[in-house]
């Protein structure tokens, strides 16, 4: 915070007046507090941000933000953001969604805004369970959760938020927690800073209908040795003092190892830059099968950048189009217009 | 021979002819259906066209099913339908005979492409025998021309292969009909040869094109060719247009007159695909266009669009309507503007993707859950198009609300001359985004109000991201009026229901006036909107010249409708409503204004023609003749 000029606003200035309307205690508060806090820190203007949302607990977010705003329509953010970021590649996007939101009703939507880069921000707050209609499971439930539309527990096999989206091929994957908030920041500022689409999952407490869903995980005392956190061109290591590891074993599985066992040669490099997406795709698969079974199972799993590649974002290539058109056709001509199917005199 | 040729230069003056072209649908009919369009247009006939064709890309070759036809009426005179029955068919094979010879008037003209009437062919599509022998089409004149082997014959010398060569017999068919109408030739070839890259097809269709015109005229199967004159046109400069192309021409100038970059999300739809096909080659107006994951999407993102200052459009048919319901849903509630376009066909479901029907009136209308009303504007025919898109995105603008702009599959791909519009005549529909506060509190704050209304239009104010200060959020939970914060209080939420039904009332006072066509006198009054303006033209036109009084008044604005239309059908002891549909513009003017108006429906996947509404002018009208007749009025389809 050196440097003056970044800092132009202040928290207060990304805040709206209105009344946050969550349940006391959810973990959307503190995602609130990680963005509203960055914003000053990225050097953006709030006349030149939009926050998009669809429906959902999550997706009364942009109510809470003094920049542009639009609570759309379940599951069709992505959609909507598109056409925000498409009109105007000189505007930040950020949409803001839930699981039932993105990977239910809007499934479609999000892997096609992630295919085509858009240049959207998007952050998925990742409950496992519907809030808004009070309680029932959600594309990413566990296998056998009981709500109150699963009586029996939920057969359904539920998605991997990682997995889809890098199955999508997005540029930029990341995953983080609503319980840290500089690790929030982090992730959000390496999102922002990179151009298309960013995807980030946020594990995220509903205390009312999911309460203590990544407690294993997340929880402070399973921390040091239930999350992995990736930094890119560093040996995968975690726990305490990095005795354990992560390797590709010769099945082309990656796995959880040692170190003093294995040797820390062995231990995989995080390559956030690799083009080919499934080598991160296998680390997205780290820890999800326990996960999905059931929320007593989980094992470790990883934080951090999962894939952060460069490639050309849609609205800037739509705009290289219309600029390439104008050079070529000449900019747009009305009378040109209305005579180029050919046309004929009658005097 | 000589005199045989010079007597067959002096070609017969006609008014008027309508001809059809039928084959299969890989046989290029409406390419070459088209071509003899374009030729007459640039002769400076009149004219209308109707392309049929079966939903199948390559139905299978030589069934009914798969027969694709261009029926196109050329004119001396101002007309407007592409006409009921044809005078000449061109079949090129049995199944287009078949499918299309109901459609050939007595006496008509029957071209024949003797080759494909083999028994192969014939049984196909069940024949027993051929046609062409049996006398069953002694009530035409036939004319039968081997055209297959003629055009394999002609272009046997470039080295084409017989296969290949056969598909340009089409061309051999165009130039015989191109010789029979004495079509300038030049035109043709011109085109042909930027039209075909690859040099042995574009040689071939030459070739082909070439003797189907010379045997025309070498041959004595025709006794003389057939002129139509220009017709009396106003002078200008003039272009041959379909509805589609001018829809998207007029959501191009609706962008230039908005001073608006035009935004356009779409996903393939018959017959809508060609505006995206058409706007995507506007790039250079700046028009952005994005072929969307769904309907779903591409209607979000045109709305997305508009919230960051776009001009907003999404273009669909029936189907994609009903996807799109609910994201017109949150344009309502946002109040944003946004043009859905819908390019209506047969229904419900997939329906007939390629035939023509206007039966979304409803869903336009109704189709949205709660009380969602938005203005309906309707175009009426090909080069009406353009303007209507013009006056939907006029309505959008200034009232910031989505707007349904109704076309149909007769008039997308319907063609007809269209004397270009002197571009500065067309209207300014700028509109002005909010760029300062334009509320101070109780606390002496400025601020921005998001839903402080224009008193005059309702409309709220539009101010788009990238402005200072004017921060603001929209959603689709409801506005408190004024502020636009979320208000879920009963007195609020009936105020702004009723704003918004005030709002999309109030443009009635901003659009013109119903207007009388023919006599305000007539005891009967035909009331229509969209395509069956042609029909009904013809229709008035020639029941009036028989001295009957008619008054006929065509809606271009369904939603709200002109101030005056009730009063006016309330003087008409009689009130009709052609539409293709079973009555919903009729349902409508019932309901609103009590008048017992009478529908004529007709839902073939066909527009009416003229004689079928001119029936019923007069099945209507002989309630009111002195020898009143025992005529019902009567429906096309027997639906009362
Ligand atoms: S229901 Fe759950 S997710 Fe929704 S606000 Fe309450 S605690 Fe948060």
Redesign the pocket.
């Known amino acids: 915070m050196t440097d003056t000029a970044v800092s132009l606003t202040t928290k207060k200035d990304w805040t709206s007046d209105q009344e946050v309307r969550?349940?006391p205690?959810?973990?959307?508060y503190g995602i609130l507090l990680a963005v509203q806090m960055l914003m000053p820190e990225l050097g953006v203007k709030p006349e030149n941000t939009v926050f998009v949302s669809g429906i959902g607990?999550?997706s009364r977010f942009p109510y809470y933000m003094n920049t542009y705003g639009m609570h759309g329509i379940h599951g069709r953010a992505p959609a909507i953001a598109t056409g925000v970021a498409v009109a105007r590649p000189d505007l930040d996007v950020w949409v803001v969604t839930g699981d039932g939101d993105a990977l239910s009703i809007g499934g479609n939507h999000l892997i096609h805004a992630l295919r085509r880069n858009v240049n959207l921000t998007i952050l998925l707050f990742n409950?496992r369970?519907y809030?808004?209609t009070k309680g029932q499971y959600s594309p990413t439930s566990e296998l056998g959760k009981v709500t109150k539309s699963t009586p029996m527990g939920s057969i359904d096999h539920p998605f991997n938020p990682l997995a889809l989206a890098l199955g999508a091929e997005a540029s930029f994957v990341a995953r983080t927690h609503d319980l840290d908030r500089k690790h929030m920041m982090e992730t959000f500022r390496a999102a922002h800073a990179h151009r298309g689409s960013s995807f980030i999952e946020i594990l995220?407490n509903?205390?009312?209908?999911?309460d203590g869903a990544f407690d294993e995980v997340t929880g402070r005392k399973n921390r040091e040795e239930m999350m992995i956190d990736l930094h890119h061109g560093e040996p995968i290591r975690f726990g305490e003092n990095g005795h354990a590891g992560v390797v590709m074993g010769e099945d082309g599985q990656l796995r959880i190892v040692e170190v003093a066992e294995i040797g820390i040669d062995a231990i995989l490099k995080h390559d956030a830059h690799r083009n080919d997406p499934s080598l991160a795709f296998a680390l997205a698969r780290l820890g999800a099968d326990d996960s999905a079974t059931s929320s007593s199972t989980w094992t470790p799993i990883p934080f951090g950048v999962f894939r952060d590649v460069v490639r050309a974002d849609y609205g800037s290539m739509v705009g290289a189009q219309l600029a390439e058109a104008s050079t070529k056709k000449g900019p747009g001509d009305l009378r040109k217009l209305l005579q180029s199917a050919g046309t004929w005199q009658v005097s | 021979m000589t005199d045989t040729v010079e007597r067959k230069s002096a070609p017969e003056t006609i008014s008027r002819v309508v001809v059809r072209f039928a084959g299969d649908s890989g046989d290029g009919m409406q390419l070459t259906g088209d071509r003899f369009t374009t030729a007459s247009a640039m002769f400076g006939n009149d004219l209308s066209t109707l392309p049929d064709f079966p939903a199948e890309i390559r139905a299978p070759a030589g069934t009914v099913n798969g027969v694709s036809s261009f029926q196109v009426h050329i004119s001396d005179h101002d007309i407007t339908t592409p006409g009921d029955a044809s005078s000449v068919l061109v079949a090129m094979n049995p199944a287009a005979l078949m499918a299309d010879i109901g459609r050939l008037e007595q006496g008509g003209l029957l071209i024949v492409n003797r080759d494909s009437f083999v028994e192969r062919d014939l049984l196909k599509v069940g024949y027993e025998s051929n046609p062409l022998d049996d006398g069953s089409l002694a009530n035409y004149r036939v004319v039968e021309v081997p055209m297959t082997s003629l055009t394999i014959e002609a272009t046997a010398s470039l080295g084409v292969k017989p296969r290949t060569a056969e598909r340009s017999k089409n061309f051999f068919a165009l130039g015989m009909i191109s010789w029979l109408f004495s079509r300038p030739r030049e035109s043709t070839l011109d085109w042909i040869k930027s039209r075909f890259t690859d040099e042995l097809v574009r040689n071939a269709n030459t070739a082909a094109f070439n003797a189907g015109f010379h045997f025309g005229e070498t041959t004595e199967l025709f006794d003389h060719p057939y002129q139509v004159e220009p017709a009396h046109m106003p002078p200008g400069e003039y272009t041959n247009i379909t509805g589609n192309t001018a829809l998207a021409w007029g959501l191009v100038a609706a962008g230039q007159l908005a001073k608006l970059p035009v935004f356009l999300g779409s996903y393939p739809i018959t017959p809508a695909s060609d505006i995206l096909h058409e706007l995507s080659k506007s790039k250079n107006f700046g028009v952005r266009t994005v072929q969307a994951e769904d309907e779903i999407a591409a209607a979000g993102m045109a709305l997305g669009a508009a919230f960051a200052g776009h001009l907003g459009v999404t273009a669909t048919s029936g189907p994609g309507l009903a996807l799109k319901s609910e994201t017109l849903s949150l344009a309502v509630s946002l109040e944003l503007p946004m043009l859905l376009i819908d390019i209506q066909r047969g229904g419900p479901s997939t329906g007939l993707p390629t035939k023509t029907e206007a039966a979304d009136l409803n869903i336009a209308m109704f189709g949205r859950h709660a009380e969602a009303p938005l203005p309906i504007v309707a175009a009426y025919g090909p080069s009406h198009c353009f303007h209507a898109a013009i006056e939907a995105a006029r309505i959008a603008l200034k009232y910031r609300t989505p707007v349904i702009l109704l076309s149909d599959g007769y008039i997308a791909n319907g063609s007809e001359p269209w004397l270009l519009p002197d571009v500065d005549s067309l209207p300014d529909i700028s509109v002005n985004f909010q760029t300062e506060f334009n509320h101070v509190t109780a606390d002496g704050t400025d601020v921005y109000w998001p839903y402080l209304r224009d008193p005059e239009t309702l409309a709220r104010p539009w101010a788009i991201p990238g402005t200072p200060g004017l921060m603001h959020r929209v959603g689709g939970l409801e506005k408190q009026d004024g502020t636009g914060d979320i208000d879920y209080t009963p007195a609020n939420h009936e105020k702004m229901v009723l704003l918004r039904a005030a709002k999309i009332a109030g443009i009635a006072s901003d659009i013109p006036l119903a207007e009388i066509v023919g006599d305000a006198d007539a005891d009967v009054c035909i009331l229509g909107w969209g395509s069956t303006w042609a029909a009904i033209d013809a229709a008035v036109q020639r029941t009036r010249r028989r001295g009957h009084k008619i008054a006929w008044i065509h809606l271009v604005h369904l939603s709200p409708l002109p101030l005056n239309l009730g009063e006016l059908l309330r003087t008409f002891k009689k009130v009709i409503v052609p539409e293709l549909n079973l009555g919903q513009l009729c349902r409508i003017v019932r309901a609103e204004y009590l008048v017992d108006a009478q529908v004529v429906s007709k839902v073939q996947g066909l527009p009416f023609t003229s004689i079928e509404l001119e029936d019923a002018l007069g099945a209507a009208l002989s309630v009111f003749d002195e020898n009143k007749s025992e005529i019902e009025p009567k429906t096309i389809n027997g639906v009362a």
Do not use: M, P, R
Request: aromatic share 12%; proline share 0%.
């Open positions: 969550w349940c205690g959810c973990g959307d607990c999550s409950n369970i809030g808004l995220q509903c205390n009312v209908f999911n």
